[in-house]
């Protein structure tokens, strides 16, 4: 089960190419160039970014929200520059400029977004059914934080995954906030995965901020799935630098969250721990990592610069009705 | 022509259809064993594409949206009582109607929401209550309503075959109504209303059981008013030219749903008529709807919903 060097070297560009795309969008929100909000991922990216790594083409996804799931695009090979032009509400963009920050790229299995936390919950079920039938060992990555297990249909998406044995992953990142709403005070037990037992479920707990670690149990969790042994569980135990969303303030409860506790949780920023970890282990030597940074700095500037060239999407109110619906 | 009852000839659609197309499946609770006669027996031919779940209807409605939002599955999703579907209201009516619009019109969604539907059986409001209104308020959802066997069964099969999110349910009082239903592949387009009676002296305009109850009034009417029953078959999107045809001979509508009349089908006909039709009409117009009250149970149901003599009495109102 542990990755090769290959992989680890894939993993860790992706985290930096992911973490430059979150930069760039903090930027832009905070300057007023983004459509919409934004939910910054600084100190969030390797769980995402280990998951979609791992995955295959023609596996299902939701990404969690964290980054607007761009460690999902940028780790699944999707033609990201659409997403960026989708939050700059520009022609090309991947959802015509409709949807102010929906990612969608169905050709990679990313389908939609919503707005209501804990949305995907109930077509991941549909996924998963999916992807049994079509015999192709696919997976339904069903990704949520530790607010999104607050929905009802959180249980019933787990209670069918589990009845049916559908290849469905739970994949929570849990930072220990929704919004204000600290985990303490909205979950009964200190592990959200402590749910998977009561549908006999398989759960695993992670370091959220061990990229490699995140990567390994993807591997574990989704072998599991593609044998048509049912649901897993992957709780991934995380934080966020920021505030929940660019704007908002950055409360627990009704309290301020301290500069301390933030440069704590700073000494185990995932970029920092998986940089020690390639170089301590001689998987890359610091040119290589430099070279890394400085691909994925241009890589972000190049896609940029194709977005803010696109023209608004203002298509007419006749085009807009002509599209509600398919031919 | 053989004569069949609806809720068979819903059967056969189904069975045709889904011969026709793999892709085609259900999903519902206790569709083998069958709840009503129309999937009694399916199973039998079908397998595993009758899909009964627990009761999780998000996660029900979420095996057949996501199946179908991979674009390899039709699936057709039966609540029962249409209802019911309100439990899992944001992703029957939200979700499912923006999918195809928001996400840049690549994701077509070809899912059928069904159910049985009606008031009159005396099961009070959760089992009774048209849900029109709130599949018709949400963009990007065509609804459908057959009236009598041979549109249950075209209406079904085109509902199947639409790539776009149809909810059409079957009326609970008219499934052992018994009609002529064609040989065949018997299709009845969406968005085509019919004339199932025709009058020159006013239109009502009346879906499932009301259609029937709107003949009925019709006939006993006979001689003294000359009553133009039209059907719309499907309500959105609706057929406005048939029914401004009709005005052009009758110049006064009733406009009869068992829905709630507070911003239901019927509404939204008046307003449009009045936009695009005023010079046709002699009379204002009148809606005979559910008054805006949850469904009494007991035996206050027959006499509080739309019924033959609420309109007759529409339409010597507008007569008058």
Redesign the interface.
Known sequence: MSLTKEQMIKLYRNLIRAHEYDTTMYRRMMSGRLIGFYHPGEGAMAPGVAAHTIMRDGD?TFPHHRAHGMAAMVSREMDIKRYLAEHTGKQG????G??SF?G?F?EK?L????G?IG?Q??????????AK??GRSQI?FCGAGDGGFGQ??A???M??SQ?WKLPVIFWCENNGLAIYGDAAEMHPTEDISSLAQGYGMPAMVIDGQDLFACAEAAVAAFEHAREGKGPVFVELKTCRYHEHDIGTPDLRGDVQRSEEEIAELRDRDPVLLATKRVLDEGILSQDEIDQIKAQAKQEVEDNWNWADAQPIAQPTEEE?MA????? | MREITLINAVKEAYIEEMERDESVFMVGQDLRGGIFNHTKGLYEQFG?RI?D??I??????????????????R?IVDFMFAGFSMV?F??VS??TGQ???????????PIVITAAMGTGGRLANDHAMSVMGAYLRQ??I?VAFASCPADAKGLMKAAIRE??PVFIPFHMGLQSEVGPVPDGDHVVPLGVADVKREGSDVTVLASGMQTKFSLMAAEKLKGEFSVEVVDPRTLDPFDMPLLLKSLEKTNRLVIVDEDWENSGFASTISARVVEEGFDLLDAPIRRVCFPNMPIPGGYMEPYIMPNADKIEAAIRDVCA
């Open positions: 299902y963009g991947c959802c015509e409709r949807s929906h969608s169905p299995g389908f939609m977004y919503s209501y949305a919950f109930s077509p991941a079920v549909g996924w998963g059914w999916a039938r079509n339904s009802g249909r249980h019933e998406a209670l069918m009845n807009l599209a509600v619906f398919a031919p | 595993d899909v779940t627990p999780s209807e998000s996660g029900m409605y979420g095996t057949a949206f996501g199946a179908a939002q991979t674009g390899e599955y699936p899992t944001s992703e939200v979700t999918q195809y619009f928001l996400h840049g019109g690549k994701t077509p969604m963009p990007g065509k790539n776009n």
